[in-house]
Structures are given as structure tokens and as C-alpha cells.
């Protein structure tokens, strides 16, 4: 999950981030914490999840739980808030925040 590794960047870079892109820093931001809080939670690594081959031992619940946070990750308003931000990244600080 390219998003995923997001959770990487220094805090700091979204915290220092111009107001008119702060909204999408935390769209992007807090909903990929969330979702590693969740995975943390219940033991998974998110690096090997697989949401069809859940590992041995994990509930529904917590299946519920950790999709219902990769929803939230993936939903519409974090993807445009994402384009947002590599767009500013790219015509203001002359870099891309993925390649």
C-alpha cells in the first residue's frame, strides 16, 4: 500500500505544511494513523495483511475493524486530498512526493 508508507514521512512535514494544504495533510494524515493504530491493535502487520486471507486467530470483529479503517484510508476524500498534496508538491516545491 503506497499510502501506507506515507505513515514514514516526519510528522513534522504535515505540521509545517502552508494552511491552504493543511486540510489535506489530515485527510491523508489521520485516517493511515488510524488504520496502523487498528492494525497494531490486533496484532496484524500491515505490511503482510491480506484482507482475503486474514491471519489465523483474527475475529470478525477485528476483520470489521480493520476494514472499516482501510475504507477510511482509501475513501475518495483521502485520494483527492492526496493528489492535492503531490500536486503542490510538484508545482511549489519542485518535487513529487511519490515516484
Known amino acids: 500500500m503506497r499510502r501506507l508508507a506515507l505513515l514514514l514521512l516526519p ?3 504535515a505540521d509545517e505544511a502552508p494552511g491552504d494544504i493543511a486540510d489535506d495533510w489530515a485527510a491523508v494524515i489521520d485516517p493511515l ?6 492494525l ?4 496484524v502487520d500491515a505490511s503482510s495483511y491480506d484482507a482475503r486471507k ?3 486467530g483474527l475475529d ?3 476483520r470489521r475493524t480493520i476494514g472499516a ?3 477510511r484510508a482509501g475513501s475518495a476524500r483521502t ?3 492526496m493528489a492535492a498534496l503531490e500536486h503542490h ?3 511549489v516545491c519542485g518535487t513529487p512526493l511519490s515516484r
Open 54 to 56: 486474514p491471519p489465523a
Open 33 to 38: 494513523r488510524d488504520l496502523r493504530q487498528v
Open 60 to 62: 470478525r470483529h477485528a
Open 89 to 91: 508538491a510538484r508545482d
Open 69 to 71: 479503517a482501510a475504507r
Open 11 to 13: 510528522a513534522a512535514l
Open 40 to 43: 497494531a491493535d490486533h496484532g
Open 79 to 81: 485520494v483527492e486530498a
